[in-house]
């Protein structure tokens, strides 16, 4: 996993509620075998008319020059639905580092952290305070000091971060190495319970 | 301190406490299907690591299956490859496999319980949101991603935050033509699709008590509908009949020791949740979705809500773009609204029970002309149930296509899928936007709705057509 400390960068706005996984990666892309190239179908079918990649949708927002950036700002309940983790591959070879909402599926917050792809949980009235702001304007996140701030204005918020996860993120460590590190309370606690 | 039938089962199961961080958590049994763990296999391959405890670990092949002619090659050849990697992975790493062609195969949450895999007080995890469905049998069982998978493989644990619980009491006895389906999409539409994010939920109380485990099954699978973690339900004599006898289950000493332990694992009188919901039963009516997510939904005879009596912005556009996808109107009702497609099938409504509802509505009756019907049990031994029971000859009267079994048109993902812009009455669990295919519009419901729909070709209160059986 790459570590991930800050970001500044400008953002894209998708002023959605329930944006489920099936929207950010539809079940039909999900027959790879490896973990790559998932970008390319990111949003696909709010992205493409009739799934064809020669008529992109003019009103959706990854389809608008104005807007880029490696945050991706969405309204609440973000990553909601089917647990495939294949919509944090694809946010992140997108080209997303963090995805910014008021309110996060559980699965979809571990999926985003175990690929080092930040989800920032903002009040409502913070995310709002970005939707209403320019396409040039940028964001600054600071994994460690776990703030998030509009540069424009300098308001900025707290978010909340498990110190476990924080440490992964910082230094790119995965729960893998960690588990296997774990190896001999794990046979132990086998042992004991049968 | 009294205690929560989650609280139980989780302190059994964590083998360390990281000081300010996540839980290691053991995992009793974990499920693999086709989709989600080729990434996982590959990465242990890549850290050069065994399967840690390959016997914990079945595995099934079931989103990618076609439903028809599966004896043939399949098809679609990236469908192929992922179900033939599942194959070479569980030879190369020993994970006992029931691939498609073996006679337990089926959707990995049917497959489970009833194989006798799934048993009160373990916990379970599988790379699948619905995986819910086992906490029917009072365990801890709930979706990961394919990070945790490998999580699995390497360590039988996986790192997890504790959930905070949320106890839902359904008491009273439900009104005629009202299934567990109905009970599960109305607390979902009561509480919204985010509505118990956060939380670890056990259903209690005289209705749930009163349900078979097929009925508790589809409740539990649809706790993710509403956010939640998981769902779970006490185990009783009831779970207990379920499982005596099945394959995997306990046998003959080792049954009374289980037996006794399974006993225990209740939440304790004065168990403290962090949040409770109370639902009379007879307030719930047969139900169905309007919108583009489970919370979306009201009693079959209601109206869509007016988009203006809506005061929350982001609520109301939300509801506005799930109508201008589903072409509804906002303030209309459904009931005389033609279908185009009926499924009757997924890991939510496919057991033998569903299927024996259907067939008691529509024996003798036949699936009106302007709708395709197909029915898919959830596994081999289902199909094979319904043979036994001569069900599928009321199916084929009736004008009902039986496919094999497979997650088919719940999640379009193979070949069964339902064209752009129509509408499908489905017993399946999600309504997101191109769920059962590009432009598909789906209205979820209970079987027994799904089957009244079959009849008439429009959306119908199927309490109009017990009545006048």
């Known amino acids: ?194 | 301190m009294a205690q929560t039938l989650f609280d139980k089962i989780w302190d059994a199961h964590v083998v360390e406490k990281i000081p300010n961080g996540p839980s290691v958590l053991y995992i009793d049994k974990h499920f693999i299907h086709e989709v989600t763990s080729p990434q996982a296999f590959k990465g242990i391959e890549k850290r050069g690591l065994p399967l840690f405890r390959p016997k914990q670990t079945i595995a099934t092949a079931d989103h990618n299956v076609p439903t028809l002619n599966q004896h043939l090659p399949i098809k679609d050849q990236l469908s192929k490859m992922q179900v033939d990697q599942l194959i070479e992975n569980c030879e190369k790493h020993g994970v006992e496999l029931y691939g498609l062609g073996h006679p337990y195969q089926g959707i990995v949450h049917v497959i489970g319980p009833e194989l006798g895999i799934t048993q009160p007080g373990m916990t379970i995890v599988c790379g699948d949101s619905h995986t819910s469905t086992h906490g029917a049998f009072g365990t801890i069982a709930f979706g990961i991603g394919t990070s945790e998978v490998e999580m699995v493989f390497a360590s039988q644990c996986v790192l997890q935050t504790k959930p905070k619980t949320m106890r839902i009491n359904i008491e009273g006895n439900l009104p005629n033509g009202v299934v567990s389906k109905d009970i599960i999409l109305y607390i979902i539409a009561k509480i919204s699709a985010s509505g118990a994010t956060g939380y670890f939920v056990e259903y209690a109380g005289s209705t749930i008590r009163s349900l078979s485990m097929e009925a508790r099954m589809t409740i539990c699978n649809m706790s993710i509908e509403m956010g939640a973690r998981g769902g779970m339900i006490a185990p009783d004599e009831i779970t207990f009949n379920y499982i005596k006898g099945r394959i995997y289950a306990p046998k003959g000493a080792d049954w009374d020791k289980q037996l006794a332990n399974w006993k225990k694992l209740y939440s304790d009188q004065d168990a403290i949740f962090d949040a409770e919901i109370n639902i009379n039963a007879a307030e719930i009516a047969p139900m169905i979705t309007y919108g583009t997510n489970p919370g979306l939904g009201m009693a079959i005879d209601g109206n869509i809500p007016l988009t203006e009596s809506i005061t929350n912005e982001g609520e109301k556009k939300n509801l506005a773009q799930a109508l201008t996808y589903m072409g509804l109107n906002s303030g209309a009702a459904l009931l005389g609204m033609p279908v185009q497609h009926v499924f009757i099938g997924s890991c939510t409504n496919s057991r033998i029970e569903d299927l024996r509802l259907v067939a008691e509505l529509v024996k003798g009756r036949k699936k009106h002309e302007s709708v395709k019907v197909m029915i898919v049990p959830g596994s081999q031994q289902v199909a094979k149930q319904v043979h036994a029971e001569g069900l599928d000859r009321i199916f084929s009267e009736a004008g009902f296509q039986i496919r094999q079994a497979g997650c088919s048109a719940c999640l379009g993902m193979n070949e069964d899928k339902i064209p752009a812009g129509e509408y499908c009455i489905s017993t399946s669990n999600r309504n997101f936007e191109g769920r059962q295919g590009a432009g598909a519009r789906t209205l979820l419901a209970s079987p027994l709705t799904a089957a009244a729909a079959a009849i008439t070709g429009v959306v119908t209160d199927v309490r109009e057509l017990i009545n006048h059986n």
């Open chain 1, 1 to 194: 996993m790459q570590a991930l400390q800050q970001i500044k960068s400008s953002f894209v706005p998708l002023p959605i509620e329930n944006v489920d996984t099936d929207q950010i990666i539809p079940a039909r892309f999900l027959k790879a075998t490896t973990r790559d190239g998932f970008g390319k179908n990111l949003f696909r079918d709010w992205r493409y008319e009739q799934d064809d990649e020669t008529k992109p949708k003019p009103d959706f927002v990854l389809n608008q020059r104005i807007f880029s950036g490696e945050i991706l700002v969405a309204g609440k309940n973000f990553g909601c639905g089917s647990s495939r983790e294949h919509a944090a591959w694809a946010l992140l070879d997108y080209g997303f580092k963090a995805v910014v909402s008021s309110f996060f599926a559980d699965i979809f917050k571990n999926n985003a952290l175990n690929n080092g792809v930040l989800p920032v949980i903002v009040s409502d009235d913070f995310l709002q305070q970005i939707f209403a702001l320019s396409a040039t304007d940028t964001i600054s996140i600071d994994v460690a000091a776990q703030t998030i701030t509009i540069d424009a204005t300098g308001a900025q918020a707290s978010f909340e971060l498990n110190p476990y996860k924080k440490t992964c993120l910082l230094n790119g460590y995965d729960d893998i190495d960690f588990l296997i590190s774990r190896k001999t309370s794990i046979e132990q606690f086998e042992l004991e319970k049968v």
